[in-house]
C-alpha cells in the first residue's frame, strides 16, 4: 500500500477530489499554505493500493494545470528574498509524492 501526498493549486482541488472519490479512492483534503507564494493551496491525502497509483496519479495530472502567478514587489517579513519588481513564477500542476506504508488499520 502507499500513501500519496499531493499538493495542488486550489482552484484544481475540486475537480481532483471529485474525480477521485468518482473512482472510489478515498480521499483526505486539508487546507495548507505554500511556504514561498503564501497563498493557500490544497493538500490531499490518498491512501490506495500500489496496483492503482498510475490511474490515481493520472487523475491528478489530467485535473490540474500549471499557471503563471506575478509576486509584487513586496518587504513581506518571510520571504526569502525581497524583489524590487513584479517577478512571474509557475505555480505546478501538482506536487506529488508517494510514500510506503508500512502498516494500515481502521480501529
Ligand atoms: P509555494 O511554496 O508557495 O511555491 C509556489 C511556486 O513558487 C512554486 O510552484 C515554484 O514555481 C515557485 N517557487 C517556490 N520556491 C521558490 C524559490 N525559492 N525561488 C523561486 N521560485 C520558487 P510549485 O513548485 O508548483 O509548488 C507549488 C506548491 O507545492 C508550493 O507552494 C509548496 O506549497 C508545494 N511544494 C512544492 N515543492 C515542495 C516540496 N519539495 N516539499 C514540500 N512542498 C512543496
Avoid at 490531499?44 to 492503482?52: N, Q, R, S, T
Avoid at 509576486?71 to 528574498?81: Q, R
Wanted: no cysteine.
Amino acid at each position: 500500500m502507499k500513501m500519496v501526498i499531493a499538493i495542488l493549486n486550489a482552484d484544481d482541488a475540486p475537480t481532483v477530489v471529485h474525480n477521485l472519490m468518482k473512482d472510489h479512492f478515498s480521499v483526505t483534503k486539508l487546507a495548507t499554505t505554500g511556504g514561498f507564494l503564501r497563498t493557500g493551496n490544497v493538500t490531499i491525502l490518498v491512501g490506495a493500493d500500489d496496483e492503482k497509483i498510475p490511474e490515481l496519479i493520472e487523475i491528478i495530472k489530467v485535473n490540474s494545470h500549471s499557471r503563471k502567478q506575478m509576486i509584487a514587489p513586496t518587504a513581506e517579513p518571510g520571504l526569502s528574498f525581497y524583489p524590487t519588481m513584479p517577478i512571474e513564477v509557475v505555480v505546478g500542476g501538482a506536487t506529488i509524492f508517494v510514500l510506503n506504508v508500512e502498516q494500515f488499520e481502521k480501529v
